[in-house]
């Protein structure tokens, strides 16, 4: 099991920038990318950023130039810092966890955290 809490969601005026964190724990020895969804009303979900435990990154286009995202030295935590937000990043930001194991695989979401960008 691997347990994800994010934090840093918040309200924001478009061209501002926010800064999400999620903490994994648990059995994250065996994850081997983390990342960020987001889902806005009435849409799918849908990747934003993910990073492979050797710290490779992989980005939507949407967000290429305005979005980073970085993990801590122990690959436990991964950050997703938002720059010039725009009012179509508005959405529920939810942190992904993928873990590979005993020739399984899992995927663990967080409870996801509100960003709102408006214009």
């Known amino acids: 099991q691997v347990q994800l809490v994010e934090s840093g969601g918040n309200l924001v005026q478009a061209g501002g920038s926010l800064r999400l964190s999620c903490a994994a724990s648990g059995s994250v020895l065996n994850v081997n990318v983390m990342g960020w969804y987001r889902q806005a009303p009435g849409k799918q979900r849908e990747l934003v950023a993910s990073i492979t435990y050797g710290g490779v990154p992989n980005y939507a286009d949407s967000v290429k130039g305005r979005f980073t995202i970085s993990s801590d ?17 508005t959405a529920v930001y939810y942190c992904h966890a993928e873990w590979a194991g005993d020739g399984s695989r899992w995927n663990y979401w967080g409870q996801g955290t509100q960003v709102t960008v408006s214009s």
């Open 73 to 89: 030295n122990a690959k436990t935590t991964v950050y997703l810092q938002m720059n010039s937000l725009k009012p179509e990043d």
